[in-house]
């Protein structure tokens, strides 16, 4: 049987606030274990929590910028469980009345735009860490770091809208994406700042009612959530065509092994006891503080990409590339403010300059290649002084030096030979010494054309202009 | 030595002021009468002697360098729920034995930047869960008037600290009524002032939105005296509200002509003890002599306090008490042979039978499938409880009640009924569950020489009208009370 699909995203994005949520403490990544912590994080008795206001500041934003409606009043509650890296005995989180509802996301997937919904958004604390003493030389015990407990956290609940891995690939970028535009989060999946989870179902295609759902679990990475979702469904279609039934359990992606596996079913049998956190009041959002926060939206990559498209007359699909990553789009403006051609620029951008990163490891923002080099290159490639050939040399002796497009093209001398002359008598050396050639260009192997250039090419180092070497070729050979 | 064992936090003060005392000479004789006297009555868990005394050298170097203050020098207890930094608090559970906190409660920084000398800390009910300072981990406290009898409770050391003349003042926590029963039950004044008024942040929680710190005293004067050390808005309490406090010692000499007193109709019931109903009847006629208006009123859903109260109340300690699992602080078992089985072993092990039993039923309260039927209902409840205090203060500044149903009950009596146990708290548990204030003054004894308190309410922040209220009562009671004290 032929059956859809049906992929709802759980997201929880740490928030890049200075301080946790409910106390003064750092939030620095990467301090020594416990470090970061104080009487109320340690949840030791007697202590109470006091919001973070700036935590509420970046779940609006995050709201307004995901079309949610921000709710005016929205209340805490405990989510309560025994787990040694949660000092209290609960989370602190939202159930009943979150800070927003009912929003969306755009997403393009093959060149078609669609809707997802989101459900809901809510604020929470993080969980500290426990470190097995296996990785100490210590396999009796283990050890807990609470440095990470009252991190604040928002999870952002999609609706089930996603019909294959693709969209939900796609829907986490465009969240990701989103999230790095309003710098509420440095969403990094490996580091644990961005992690998501998966509801997976799936239904004979054209029924309406849902399968049931597996939860899938521990994805760090956007290829990790798209092999998870895949596995998921075939692993739920092979159990279907069986006539087995699926069951619904939380499983855990493995990544060694590239499947999921149930969790221990001890592990998910929690009663969490939810009820409303009675040692804070319910938060008040005024209109005025929604608004505000709307006039300070930053254009979003939606708005940018057709304004990219429209501006620049660029493709939508290089537009889409471009404002995936803010400081992306915002280098592809500076070299295009620097006179270059929009489409040029884009060109050289998603194929040189991404592949730079990709080989480093790094961001746009720490780019070898700065936009004043590139744009400078550009404008040399334009202006004749260099050959679009020669120019893919001076952008490898720029990455690897760090010397500006000028610099490199005087030292190594490849300023382009554009000397009709110069050109001409390099052009009659080759005749000479490849007669056999010329006789049988001359006898309508026209093809050989190719071979006469690339000799021009080779001795002059790929400096000539190639459109004068086509052009005096011909002429001589008539 | 000087007997200091009657005197207030008021007549205190003046002797520290005008040189009669120094903090230490009051501090060494409060410290000698503790030893002498306490192993009787056992309201001390701990008492900090060094503590105590170098504190007393820092208040009378305070007051030789013109300093005053209403507070500065005078001994005080602390019910050993309330934090104080680098100092053992057990909450007389044997779960938090030896447990010492990283940090001071804000009151404790209050009172000590007022100067006040803390002696140390008292004997509770565990967890702050009961009315006789029965279900201590570490023994019962007795009560000063009679030594056979409980203190009440849960606050009954505070009480019993009070009553036996150690201190003129101490702090507990009332959550259903323990700070006003044990005081009914002691003979002397306490307060559970609005939830709100005093911070709660370093007050180990039993139920939060039910928990208020207040003072026990032997006047409605140095209730008033300490409410304003402690009192006000505190940041780290999100539940303390941000509104000035009062100087409540101008509310002591207000005129309480025209002032419309309530009785609620649901508090004179059958099954009273009829000697209590006689002096709150008294302490009625007696206001009413002085032009207060009495009035009958009513309280509709009075009846449901308890069941709401045992509902909520529970639900919420049951989440605050997770965090004494063993892991990071306090008791660990060492029976346990993975985590799971450690931390039945710990809770099993380290916390006492009352504490257990209010857990499970809470625990059940916010069970899924149970959670509509319990916890829900009972908070729509409470709202109406809450509801019933609005409409009554409409018509009434003060409610006038019994504080307790008896006067204090034998050791042993009730220790094996829970039930009859919670109905202690019958008068004083509404209160809790409305956050408006209640204060219990003395009023009387049993035929058997028992104290017998009176309590009063007043609407939201209204402590104003109730310390003028109870000021006035203290005033016009029959004057033999406050000449009695306990033979010991």
Known sequence: MKYEPVIGLEVHVQLNTNTKIFCGCSTQFGSEPNAQTCPICLGMPGVLPALNREVVAKAIRTALATQCEVANVSRWARKNYFYPDLPKGYQISQFELPIAVNGKIEIIVDGRPKTIRIHRIHMEEDAGKLIHGENLGDPAHSYVDLNRTGVPLIEIVSEADMRSSEEAKAYLEKLKSILQYLGVSDCNMEEGSMRADANVSIRPVGQEKFGTRSEVKNMNSFRYLQKAVDYEIARQTEILDDGGRVVQETRLWDSTRNITLPMRSKEEAHDYRYFPEPDLPPLHVSNEWVEETAKSLPELPDAKRERFAADYGIPEYDAEVLTTDQKLAAYFEEVVKSGSDPKTASNWIMTEIMRVLKDRGVGIEQSPVTPKMLSDMLNMIKDGTISGKIAKDVFVEMETTGKGPQEVVREKGLVQITDEVAIGKQIEEIFAANPEQVAGYKAGKTKLIGFFVGEVMKATKGKANPALVNKILKEKLG | ?488
């Open chain 2, 1 to 488: 030595m000087t007997d200091y064992s009657k005197e207030t936090v008021a007549s205190l003060a003046r002797k520290l002021a005008n040189g009669e005392a120094s903090s230490v000479e009051i501090v060494k004789s409060s410290i000698e009468r503790i030893k002498k006297v306490d192993p009787q009555v056992r309201a001390f868990l701990r008492v900090e002697e060094n503590d105590a005394l170098e504190s007393a050298v820092m208040a009378d170097k305070r007051l030789a360098s013109g300093e005053r203050g209403p507070l500065l020098g005078v001994p005080l207890a602390i019910k050993d729920n309330i934090v104080v930094e680098n100092r053992i608090t057990t909450c007389a559970s044997r779960i938090l034995e030896n447990f010492k906190a990283p940090y001071s409660a804000t009151v404790i920084k209050k009172l000590r930047a007022a100067g006040a000398v803390i002696l140390g800390k008292t004997n509770m009910d565990e967890f702050a869960m009961g009315s006789s300072t029965e279900n201590s981990a570490y023994g019962p406290t007795r009560n000063p008037w009679d030594t056979k009898a409980v203190p009440g409770g849960s606050s009954g050391g505070s009480a019993a600290a009070v009553a036996a003349g150690y201190c003129p003042a101490s702090l507990g926590s009332d959550t259903g009524g323990s700070i006003r029963q044990p005081a009914s039950l002691c003979g002397v004044v306490g307060l559970k002032p609005t939830y709100g008024r005093v911070s709660r942040f370093g007050l180990v929680a039993f139920a939060s939105s039910l928990d208020q710190i207040g003072p026990f005293g032997r006047t409605v004067e140095d209730a008033a005296l300490l409410m304003n050390a402690i009192g006000g808005y505190d940041p780290m309490d999100s539940t303390s509200v941000n509104m000035p406090l009062p100087d409540f010692s101008d509310s002591l000499k207000k005129d309480i002509k025209g002032l419309v007193v309530g009785l609620p109709k649901e508090y004179f019931i059958e099954g009273i003890d009829p000697e209590v109903q006689k002096v709150v009847r008294d302490a009625a006629d007696r206001l009413a002599k002085e032009g207060a208006r009495i009035e009958e009123i009513s309280l509709p859903h009075t009846e449901y306090a308890i069941s709401v109260y045992y509902v909520l109340a529970t639900a919420e300690a049951s989440s605050n008490l997770e965090r004494y699992d063993g892991v990071r602080y306090g008791y660990r078992s060492k029976n346990g042979a993975d985590l799971s089985s450690m931390y039945t072993h710990t809770r099993t092990e380290g916390f006492g039978a009352e504490v257990k039993r209010r857990i499970m039923l809470g625990t059940y309260a916010l069970s899924s499938g149970y959670y509509d039927a319990y916890y829900l209902k009972a908070q729509k409840v409470r709202t109406l409880i809450v509801n019933d205090f609005k409409d009554a203060f409409k018509k009434c500044r003060i409610i006038l009640t019994p504080t307790a149903p008896t006067p204090a009950f034998d050791i042993g009596e009730k220790a094996n009924n829970p039930l009859q146990m919670y109905l202690s708290d019958i008068f004083t548990i509404s209160t809790n569950l409305a956050g408006v204030p209640g204060i219990s003054i003395p009023g009387g004894f049993s035929s058997g020489g028992r104290p017998i308190g009176v309590q009063m309410m007043a609407g939201h922040f209204d402590e104003d009208s109730l310390f003028a209220a109870a000021a006035a009562y203290e005033r016009l009671r029959d004057t033999s009370i406050a000449h009695r004290s306990p033979n010991l």
